[in-house]
């Protein structure tokens, strides 16, 4: 809505947000061109003002300002002949400096730093033409560095370092191309020089031989493939330089034999897995003889039909009849050939106290989490002994900004679980827990 003069438009013109009818757009014309201030509203509050700059000649010109919705000051940076140009500030709603950087002919170039909400250093990058050419993170501090990298084209390119919080020493080394994780990457234990992992990268994805050491003795505990991000081939897990456990994969879900040993390297379980469930006979056996303890059968992985178990001395210690995971039919024998009360074949690994009071109780909120506003659930993979001792902790799915790390300690802290057991024995197992990180 404004004037016409001679067919061309002149003075202030506004312009409204439909069905509400509130101010949106302001503008001043000459000669049917924008000359001089230029106002944007919000939608939801009228006459707040959430832009503010000017025009000459119809290009943006002199200093524009953004506004968050409380009013406080968003971006603020300068128009020369419709091309960005000169200093440029960015701040969060509470009034702290987010970004500073420099526009020459509408691209960055120079030095552009973030920061974090207490007004430390979070980033530097160094720019040319609009181009990134390097960066170096920092942590929440503002002097401790957390990662340096280089760029080609914009994307991150070439050596990629991430350093620990405490020690400043580093603790990912890799490749970057294109932007994605490629070639070989390490990642060492927090604070020293030793070697965490080993693992290859294809087009920002796991692909190739990885290696997983423990913190101790550097002893391989894990080594296997993947396979355009997915676990794949055959993997081994080693227990104080021992297999343990071998297990069939096939991109991403069990698929094959999964075997467990005993520390003579004899088979003690055995299944078979289609798709990522058990499928098939499963079977254990006595340690230390190789006896058969347990023989039975699953089908979409849940125990189905005849399930036997045997003393050590080969005679009958349980026959039941199971249909689609359910027992139907059971009974317990002595081992002089007696029926005894029946007892259940598994009772599942638990917890020793209200688990999700321990982690709300004990979970400290990563900082760097809080100033990103990252969130999410952190699930922890960890093995519980027959005698419930937890050990062999591993991030399943993680979120990063040191949530990961953080789910660890909590997990570490936990006490001993009550082991589950198996024909009424105590056994090891695998277990999973999520954790979530909310904001308030």
């Known amino acids: 809505m404004g004037v016409y003069a001679a067919d061309k438009r002149v003075g202030e013109w506004k312009f409204f947000y439909p069905v509400s009818e509130k101010p949106r757009l302001s503008f001043m014309f000459e000669n049917d061109k924008r000359n001089g201030v230029f106002t944007q509203y919000d939608s939801v509050v009228s006459g707040r003002i959430i832009t503010l700059g000017s025009f000459k000649n119809d290009k943006e010109d002199g200093d524009w300002k953004q506004y968050h919705g409380n009013g406080k000051l968003k971006i603020a940076y300068k128009y020369e002949n419709g091309v960005r140009e000169g200093p440029l500030q960015q701040y969060d709603s509470n009034g702290a400096i987010e970004h500073v950087g420099t526009y020459v002919n509408g691209k960055y170039e120079g030095r552009f730093l973030e920061y974090y909400a207490n ?205 689609n995971g359910v027992s139907v039919a059971g009974k317990c024998f002595s081992e002089s050939g007696k029926e005894v009360p029946y007892y259940k074949f598994i009772s599942a690994a638990a917890p020793s106290n209200d688990l999700n009071y321990f982690v709300n109780y004990n979970l400290v909120y990563p900082l760097e989490a809080r100033d990103a506003k990252v969130q999410g659930d952190v699930k922890i993979g960890f093995n519980v002994s027959g005698k419930g001792e937890i050990s062999d902790i591993e991030i399943v799915k993680g979120i990063g900004s040191g949530c990961d790390e953080e789910a660890i300690r909590i997990i570490e802290q936990m006490p001993d679980w009550y082991p589950e057991t198996i024909d009424g024995k105590p056994v090891a197992s695998y277990e999973t827990y999520t954790i979530r990180f909310r904001l308030d």
């Open 119 to 323: 007004g430390k250093e979070h980033r530097v990058l160094e720019c040319s033409k609009g181009k990134w050419l390097t960066a170096v993170k920092y942590y929440r501090d503002g002097k401790t560095r957390k990662a340096d990298y280089a760029f080609k084209n914009g994307m991150a390119s070439g050596p990629y370092t991430v350093y620990d919080s405490a020690t400043g020493m580093a603790y990912i080394k890799g490749h970057m191309a294109n932007g994605k994780t490629e070639g070989s990457w390490i990642v060492y234990f927090p604070g020293s020089e030793r070697i965490g992992i080993e693992f290859s990268c294809k087009d920002g994805l796991k692909d190739g031989n990885a290696v997983y050491y423990d913190s101790a003795r550097q002893n391989v505990v894990r080594r296997g493939a993947y396979n355009a991000g997915k676990i794949d081939g055959v993997w081994k897990y080693y227990r104080r330089n021992k297999l343990w456990k071998e297990v069939n994969w096939d991109t991403g879900r069990l698929s094959g034999q999964y075997l467990i040993y005993d520390s003579a390297g004899a088979v003690v379980r055995r299944y078979n897995y289609q798709n990522g469930v058990r499928e098939g006979k499963g079977q254990a056996f006595y340690e230390g003889t190789g006896k058969l303890w347990i023989d039975g059968s699953y089908t979409h992985g849940s125990l189905n039909g005849a399930l036997k178990c045997y003393y050590p001395s080969g005679k009958l210690r349980r026959q039941e009849l199971y249909k």
